[in-house]
């Protein structure tokens, strides 16, 4: 059972720059003026989201903490990746280049969950109240659910070698994220890996048949030209109702009931808005999904098998 020491968190919204030390808490001497471990209801502002793992604190008297999310490690930003601490990514620069893009992106997910919300801080009777560098270890519970137990399932991070209550569902959930491939977990495929060189990882006739992730002028100013086209290899009519196409960085888009496309036929997804057709469908996002330094595109079959993933 979790300990049910709880803290409020208010996320104040605009005040995310992404930036920061990870080791600062140690010694920034704002630190040392805030509780040794706070209490029931102590309400404080995120000032800084460190890393998609890390985010600073600052206390009503204007002292600052730092909170640790507690038994998960995503890639870093700030520093070196260590590609021996996730299994299976290669110690290459394909492998380091694909570790810290997926720092990035647990990053960006952290920001996108966590600014402007309401958050509880759950303490483990199984872990220590401070780490190494003096950072508060805890659960962040939003919306009802863990954000550290998400990052793992998102295949944002690997479970963290500490001991805690929640360990091994932690572990089940990153078990099931490696064989996925999900998130940093497509660095295993980096080097080529066991993906073949089609991309299909699965018993399906459908096939990428071009990646326009580079769309004319500026990306979020021209959605429409960022693109994913598939082609029908079979020789029937594929019914695509209730698949999904999803990037590294968890956008994902699902085709809608009736979608099919026929022997031989393309179709093509779009980022930007428009008109379904029977050969183009709109994602309908607001920015740019696909990075033009590098992504995968994942194709998802309506069980949610992965049937499909193609780096580039």
Known sequence: MLAVVVLVLVVSAGCLSGVGDPGAGATDPTRTAGPETPGDGVEVTVVDVVDGDTVDIAYPNGTRDTVRLLGVDTPEVHTENSPEEFAGVPDTDAGDRCLRRAGENATAYAAERLAGESVTLVFDEQSERRGYYGRLLAYVVVDGESFNHALVRAGHARVYDTAFT??????????????????????????????????????????????????????NENLDDEYVTFRNAGDEPLDVSGW????????????????????????????????DTEATYYWEESGAVWNNDGDTVIVRNATGSTVIRVSY
């Not at 980096?190 to 990306?219: M, S, W």
């Not at 393309?266 to 980022?271: D, G, I, K, M």
């Open 244 to 275: 999904s196409v999803a990037d590294e960085g968890g956008h994902a888009y699902t085709f809608p009931e009736g979608a099919v496309v026929d022997p031989g036929a393309e179709v093509t997804l779009r980022t930007g808005s428009g008109t």
């Open 166 to 219: 929640e360990r091994k569902r932690y572990e089940r959930t990153a078990a099931a994220a490696r064989d996925d491939r999900r998130g940093l977990w497509s660095c295993v495929d980096a080097d080529g890996g066991v993906t073949p060189a089609d991309g299909t990882v699965g018993d399906t006739p459908l096939e990428v048949a071009e990646i326009n992730y580079d769309a004319a002028g500026n990306d």
